[in-house]
């Protein structure tokens, strides 16, 4: 039978599925699968930057090299990255008010 004959459609998605980016991966740096590359020039800060790794559960492949500049930029940004932030509740309108009058929220400060 000749392609002229074929009555449905060929869903391109099934050609295409396996590439192109994969945005439900579940790598994140600083595992084992993605370790972190720091540089650093001498044998006492490789030790330190090892305990801080140790302490956090991270792995990173260290590289001793006393004429490069010291990287620890991935490392160093891991670290500090800002934490969740949460908000304090407002009260509803029949609460008591947070300044203390003992009035209802609604009559005194809302």
Avoid: W
Avoid at 28 to 37: F, V
Avoid at 47 to 53: G, H, I, K, N
Avoid at 93 to 110: E, I, M, Q, V
């Amino acid at each position: 039978m000749s392609k002229f004959f074929f009555k449905g459609r060929i869903d391109p998605r099934e050609k295409y599925q396996r590439f192109g980016y994969n945005t439900q991966r579940k790598t994140k740096l600083g595992s084992e699968n993605a370790p972190l590359a720091i540089q650093v020039q001498t044998p006492e800060r490789e030790s330190e930057l090892r305990a801080v790794l140790q302490q956090h559960n991270l792995y990173a492949e260290i590289t001793l090299d006393p004429d490069q500049p010291e990287n620890t930029l991935q490392l160093d940004t891991l670290l500090q990255l800002p934490g969740t932030q949460t908000f304090a509740k407002t009260p509803s309108r029949n609460d008591p008010c947070l300044c203390g009058s003992g009035k209802k929220y609604k009559k005194c400060c809302g």
